[in-house]
């Protein structure tokens, strides 16, 4: 039989293509197989039906054919089969339904097992109710028939299951709910609470038991005994206890409760502690406690998930998996636990080898479609899947996802700026003639995004621009992305202005998440591990904004520009990056040519899937000063070498692609160990040196056996490898600017005055001056015209901008209004309240490729009203009556300031300063004595000055003045002749004593005085 009905299937899909199209060989089908039946060739029928089942897969009409074959063989179970799947797809049919409803066979069953039961025949009645039962596995009516008979028979486990499997099928059915909460029941589960109360824990542990025999799932007695073993501390049992009762309900609200809770009183306030500390994400001090907790009480849950939420948060990947494990031992439905090992199994995966890699995705893939199942919306469970696609290399199953993700949760940033991601990887791995197609087969705002990409990477920017702001009036969650695009776009095009315009736009932009997570993506490769904890840290979108503006202005060389020259030199390495040094295949140790991993690397080094080594390098320190590639058929390498500079050590980057890898897999290694490639970076570093020393006259006599050049070698190269780990360490955790090799330096000399304000506010004013000879290149060249761009702005903690301006001068040679004694003057002042300030100013020349910036400390002096001051002292070259066209104006008078603070012997100082608050004597009137000294700090050199016209020079001078005012302010010029001084540099102060009240206050600043 087994032959002929495998070769009736073989013939049948052998025609079946024929007979799928034929209405006549279906119904030809269905009455020979009709026929068999009534003639009971049970065997042949069935088949029969099949092959009418096999080319019309979605008719009842053999399925119920098969049931009714099957309930003449007396095959209940199978007939069941059958005539479900009938009613799935016709849910009215008159035979499927009766099967159940209406078959006098089955209500005979019953009957006579109702009948039984009540003559107390109870062998009887079972073998009627387990027929009934065969025929229909959900009768209501057998289930409960067989359980009042187990009830009387006090075969307490069959009753429990029975009416279990009552209430699986109707929950509130009156008769389960009584037979399961009978007397006998309930009295072994009071008795086994009242003495688990009064801590007799054997006696309790009898009585739960007990219960267990008449109910094996009954919660109260899997919750008791789990309490039991709890309170014994014996983790593993009471473990046993609570999973029997989740699988009965995994919901159930005091199982989970006392999961959760651990029976030793000092667990809570420990594990609240570490939760303290993981949301301040210490997260070092929070495994501590965490750590303690579980020596506690082994089964401190609440640890086992912070401990698995920090290994998740840090990449740990094995710890994620060991803890998270044990969190879904006990908790099955743990969607946090599903979501973090779906995640860990993905994330080793990648790593792993071909056969390890297809388990770890497929664990991967368990996990987070066992989350899918229970909630497609927790967190962003559908991207994470997608990530999994992306990883197997399935572009557009990824792609399908992350918009999945998106449509399900429109404004979470990861799904957002992931799907973007995603764009950006099939960008990037497709041929030109794919990507072309896939474009015109995807149409929608994120293809139009990608092709206008693709434009800008061709230096099609005119067209790329267009198509940018075009995409900007169409779209509202791709704004971020286009401004930052639009940033690139503006920096390869050099249009410093327009490139910093788009700047503002998307830190003004960032006020969602979304906006700011892609802030983060371009700013995370020159991030610290404090500045990443920090951020993680801040939870108002405010903050981080605050947060990115700080970023950025303490790493600006100029903070007081209209641009930020620092996002602009940032920018430009991006793009070059993106060009040069793009890796976004797996990162393993397999494929890292530092095996012996001799390196190590902060955490925000984890953070990058898109660039290689050489990449990193190259967007934290722009360009090496030195690179040298060594010709080597075995081994690609290269290295870089940065000069020392005042800002940064010298660093000495190796980088190599391991032998087995392909692609631009640049890593870095801790040395060069190939005496030719150190040949080739002979100077660079004296160890290098000593090294190639040792390996040449090694080579002399390779076969010697010298050990102790052997361990020369050995020690040098340890010593090489540690120096290499501590600059890498540092050069990961800095960033540096470097400027453009045709910019030049210019000098700013300056000083700093305070004056009193309005209100209780300081007038801090800001003096510098441009040599114009500098403007000019030096005295071999004449000056001709310049166009400086100048500016100043005033900080508070944290580089929070308090006040800024900047403008522009348009100089041209013999400009005697804005040129004085050499300088350009150029005055800034900022009402401030008193404390300490940060002072950013420069000045540029746009014309002739100058720049000269300072950033530094100020405190803003105290002059608020109500006690005796003065002013700071502020220097000029000359003091004239007021011009109303001057700049510089104090008072009645206008000045010519000296930001130099140098002046020719020849020259009188002329200082100006304010005084306040002087106290009024009886008759109304102020006096104070001025007392003013020059002293020498520090002669010059040459002693020629004793030999002048004029004699033997002073070391100091002093002048006092006594003056008498009205007013209790007074506004000060004075004016002094130092020909008689030496050259050198001097302390010029001035003293006030109110005469009145005897009070004295004094007042310094540093003047340098020259020959004449």
Known sequence: MKRILTHAVLVLLSAGPILSQNQDNFSFLLAKARELKNNGQYDEAALTYRQALFLQKESVQPLVGLGEVAVAERKWKLAQTWFRQALALEPNNSTASDYFNNNPKLDKHLAEGE?????????????????????N??????????????????????FGDYFRRVQQIAPDDPDAAYYLDNPRLRSRLSLGDSLLALNKLKNAKSAYEGALLMDRRNLRALNGLGRIYRRMRDWETSKKWFVKALKVDPRNKDTNHFLLNGPNPEVEPVVAEAQQLQAER???????????????????LPAFRGLGQIALEQQDWGATKKWFKKLLEVQPLDLEAKYGLGVAYRETGKTSSLIMKRKQFGNSEDHLESVLAQDSTYRDVVYQRALLERWRGNWESALTLGHRQLSLTPNHSRALVGLFKLHRLVFNNMGASEFAAWAQASPGEWVDFMLAEKKRRENKFAAADSAYEALLAKTSRLQQPIYLALLRSKVQQEDEAQAGRYFRRALANANSERDLAFLFEDSKYIMTDPELNFYRGLKLASHKRAFFAQFWTRRNPVPAARVNMRVLEHYRRLVYAEQNYWFDKVRSHANDADRAGALTFPRIYGLNEEFNDKGLMYIRHGEPNETAITHNQLVSNESWHYYSRADRPKLIFHFMIERTTAGNNWRLVPFLSDVAMIADRLGWDPLMDQIFLTRSQSFESPFSGNNGQAVRQSSQLNRLADKSREEVKFAMSRDFHTWDEKLSDLSLPFFISGFRGSGKKTSLELYFAVPVEELAGGKSREFREALLEHGAGLYGLGWKPNDHAVDQTYLLPGDSSQVHHGYFMKKYAFSVAPGKQRLAFYTRDLKNQKLGTRSLDVEAPDLSKGQFAMSDLLLAYDVAPRE????????????????????????????????????????????????????????????????????????????????????????????FDVSKLQEGDYELAVAITDISSGESVTRTIGVVLAGK
């Open 884 to 975: 109303i066209d001057s700049p510089f104006i104090k008072g009645d008078v206008s000045f010519i300031p000296n930001p130099s603070k140098t002046y020719r012997l020849s020259q009188p100082i002329f200082v100006f300063y304010e005084v306040y608050d002087l106290v009024r004597d009886q008759r109304g009137d102020c006096a104070f004595e001025i007392e003013i000294k020059m002293t020498q700090l520090k002669r010059k050199k040459s002693g020629l000055g004793r030999f002048l016209p004029g004699g033997k020079r002073k070391k100091s001078i002093a002048l006092n003045e006594r003056r008498q005012s009205k007013s209790t302010e007074s506004v000060e010029f004075t004016s």
């Open 115 to 135: 009948s039984f039961l009540r003559s107390a025949d109870l062998a009887a009645a079972r073998k009627r109710f387990e027929r009934a039962l065969a025929m």
């Open 137 to 158: 596995g959900q009768s209501l009516a057998a289930l409960k028939g067989l359980g009042k008979v187990a009830f009387e028979t006090e075969e307490w486990r069959k």
């Open 282 to 300: 210490r997260f070092e001090d929070a495994n501590k406690k965490y750590e303690r907790a579980i020596r506690l009480y082994a089964g401190a």
